[in-house]
């Protein structure tokens, strides 16, 4: 059974800075990508960030370019995103999700807040 837990979230203030952890259990980690997904309240799951096996292949959607950084740890099947300059519209549930997250189901955890003051 697949399981995903994330930590991490918080209150924190505009410009502040959160990392993020993810533990996953029940696959073999260190095969597969991974993913952060957030949800904003009334808006639409959105990718984030995703980060290959290896962990030298990464990718950002614009809004968090130059802001935020994937990294792994396949030898304690964590996966981490560091939010640095965050922005109120930064808030959103954030979700650590098996594999590229690209379908319309995938493994996710059950997440952890992030809250960015003004």
């Known amino acids: 059974e697949v399981q995903l837990e994330e930590s991490g979230g918080g209150l924190v203030e505009s410009g502040g800075s959160l990392r993020l952890s993810c533990t996953a259990s029940?696959?073999?980690?260190?095969?597969?990508?991974m993913t952060w997904v957030r949800q904003a309240p009334g808006k639409e799951l959105e990718w984030v960030s995703r980060?290959?096996?290896?962990?030298?292949?990464?990718y950002y959607t614009d809004s968090v370019k130059g802001r935020f950084t994937i990294s792994r740890d396949n030898a304690r099947n964590t996966v981490y995103l560091q939010l640095n300059r965050l922005r109120t519209e930064d808030t959103a549930m954030y979700y650590c999700a098996k594999g590229w997250a690209t379908g319309r189901s995938f493994d996710r955890g059950q997440g952890t807040q992030v809250t960015v003051s003004p």
């Open positions: 029940g696959f073999a980690f260190s095969n597969s990508p």
């Open positions: 980060i290959n096996s290896g962990g030298g292949d990464t």
